[in-house]
């Protein structure tokens, strides 16, 4: 047993610490506390711990790319490459020869053929009876939008970015054309089927009115406002459609999808009026693109963006992108004759 002398000098040898001691020493329990803790958190739920970690670890990577990388830059074209060699509404003829369409000598040349033009409309006469198929090409550019009859009665009214290939007079048992951008169709009636060929696709009309558009993306997107149509593409059968309905058909993955619009909307470019609905940005400035021949660049997520506006296709270019910057959060600046949207 230890007498009282031994206790006191055992106190004696006892260090008694600081307060910076006593303070760091206790920091470093509370730090071991946590570990316990956490230890025991990892195995109650060490799976879920595992993923959050992983979704950090992967967050952490992206943060530093888009701290280091530039982002990609995204062209928003138009529906087809813009014809710089033509500034007006062109006709290019079976021989080759090309007719300004706004031009005011064009006589001359009309006389030679059975087209009669007058008001922005192309006529064909049809009393003709043709043994080749000779084909003509209308061509609109940016800013323009015309209509053709064509020598079966069908009235076909193009908007800005299009081309038409169709032939002066149908012959055969099919009539057949070929449409590059948007078009609007009143076809005529009749015992031969007529078929619109667009990007590897078919619309096999059976007497109706329809408006049908190529977008930059590869989709077409065909509307039925009467009447009853067919729409065919590669390797498939051909869908029936009923008005009121819209395809859409994207050319890169081969897939369709149907459903009921509201087709003022569709048909609202040919009361010269941009009208839209809750339409992703990207798909809005393809539009305006066309119309007034500018081109855009996205560094910035325009499909996620939409938007809703009825504006006049004659409001200023400047005035339609002020507009645009007020509806969204985006800015566009403009840089070298195109527009750069942040």
Not at 220 to 237: A, H, M, N, Q, Y
Not at 247 to 255: E, H, I, L, Q, R
Not at 267 to 283: E, G, I, Q, S, T
Not at 298 to 309: G, N, V
């Amino acid at each position: 047993m230890k007498t009282e002398k031994d206790i006191e000098e055992m106190l004696d040898n006892v260090k008694i610490p600081s307060d910076e001691e006593v303070e760091a020493a206790g920091v470093r329990f509370d730090r071991r506390l946590r570990r316990v803790r956490m230890r025991r958190r990892i195995i109650w739920s060490g799976s879920s711990v595992a993923a959050v970690l992983c979704c950090g670890l992967v967050f952490a990577s992206l943060w530093v790319r888009e701290k280091e990388e530039v982002p990609e830059v995204t062209k928003v074209v138009s529906v087809i490459k813009m014809d710089h060699d033509f500034a007006v509404p062109t006709l290019i003829l079976a021989d080759g020869n090309s007719l300004n369409l706004k031009g005011k000598k064009m006589d001359s040349v009309v006389q030679k053929s059975n087209i009669q033009i007058a008001n922005n409309h192309i006529m064909y006469d049809t009393a003709r009876t043709a043994r080749e198929i000779a084909y003509n090409t209308l061509i609109i550019p940016a800013g323009f939008t015309y209509n053709v009859t064509l020598a079966d009665g069908t009235e076909v009214t193009l908007n800005a970015g299009s081309r038409l290939k169709y032939p002066e007079e149908f012959v055969g048992d099919l009539r057949e054309v070929e449409l590059s951008g948007e078009a609007y169709f009143n076809v005529t009636k009749s015992g031969q089927p007529f078929v619109v060929n667009i990007d590897g696709s078919k619309i096999r009309v059976y007497g109706t009115r329809f408006n049908v558009k190529g977008r930059s993306q590869k989709t077409v997107e065909t509307v039925l406002i009467e009447g009853k149509i067919g729409f065919k593409s590669p390797g498939r059968d051909e869908i029936q459609v009923i008005p009121g309905e819209q395809v859409a058909y994207n050319v890169g993955s081969g897939d369709i999808k149907v459903e009921r619009v509201d087709v003022q909307y569709a048909m609202a470019w040919l009361n010269n009026v941009f009208r839209y609905r809750d339409k992703p940005l990207d798909l809005v400035l393809e539009d305006i693109s066309t119309w007034y021949g500018v081109e855009f660049e996205a560094r910035t997520e325009l499909a996620r963006i939409e938007i809703t506006m009825n504006l006049s296709k004659e409001t200023p270019i400047d005035e339609v992108i002020q507009f645009l910057e007020e509806m969204t959060d985006c800015k566009f600046i403009k840089e070298r004759g195109h527009y750069i949207v942040k």
